[in-house]
């Protein structure tokens, strides 16, 4: 596809259609956090060559998971960081490249129902790889174009 913004536009939109429907289904929420897994679990064995961890860490499965999002041109890698404290994930984007950004805004502006892309395929990969279940939780944006998340075992009690 030659046009890349009507790509993202696209994208952006199916989201917006898929949170609008999902929405009226009892549990919603973890209905469309389920699209979004399967959705990351089909690119991860689609690029699964491309993944390589360096090291044993949550954080470092992350890292390793972002790098072949990257190597794709669909992020860029220097916008992820993690910071592990007390065994959750701090996650932090820098938003103004993310391809979901409209998605984000649009949804939160309508109020629809909505669940970051970015950071659940984060917890997906993270869960799949430690082979234990993970939760999240996604902040505001804040003023300098960051989101910022928490990846933490379900079992934490955070």
């Given at each position: 596809?030659e046009?890349?913004?009507?790509?993202?536009?696209?994208?952006n939109k199916l989201?917006l259609?898929?949170?609008?429907?999902?929405?009226?289904l009892p549990d919603?929420q973890?209905?469309l956090?389920?699209v979004?897994?399967s959705?990351s679990?089909?690119v991860?064995?689609?690029?699964e060559?491309?993944?390589y961890s360096?090291?044993?860490?949550?954080?470092d499965y992350?890292q390793?998971?972002?790098r072949?999002?990257g190597k794709q041109?669909f992020?860029?890698?220097s916008?992820y960081?993690?910071?592990?404290?007390?065994?959750?994930?701090n996650?932090y984007?820098?938003?103004?490249?993310?391809?979901?950004?409209e998605y984000?805004?649009?949804?939160?502006?309508?109020?629809?129902?909505?669940v970051?892309?970015?950071?659940?395929?984060?917890?997906?990969?993270?869960?799949?790889?430690?082979g234990?279940?993970y939760?999240?939780?996604t902040?505001?944006?804040?003023?300098?174009?960051v989101?910022r998340g928490r990846?933490?075992?379900?079992?934490s009690?955070?």
């Amino acid at each position: 596809m030659e046009n890349l913004a009507f790509m993202y536009t696209l994208v952006n939109k199916l989201f917006l259609a898929i949170s609008e429907v999902i929405a009226e289904l009892p549990d919603g929420q973890q209905w469309l956090e389920r699209v979004i897994e399967s959705l990351s679990r089909r690119v991860y064995y689609e690029f699964e060559r491309d993944y390589y961890s360096r090291g044993n860490q949550a954080t470092d499965y992350a890292q390793a998971w972002v790098r072949v999002l990257g190597k794709q041109g669909f992020l860029k890698e220097s916008h992820y960081r993690f910071v592990q404290e007390d065994g959750v994930i701090n996650v932090y984007i820098t938003n103004g490249t993310c391809a979901y950004r409209e998605y984000c805004r649009q949804a939160k502006r309508e109020g629809t129902l909505f669940v970051c892309p970015r950071m659940t395929s984060i917890k997906w990969i993270i869960a799949v790889k430690t082979g234990q279940p993970y939760l999240m939780v996604t902040d505001e944006i804040d003023n300098e174009g960051v989101c910022r998340g928490r990846v933490y075992p379900e079992d934490s009690g955070k």
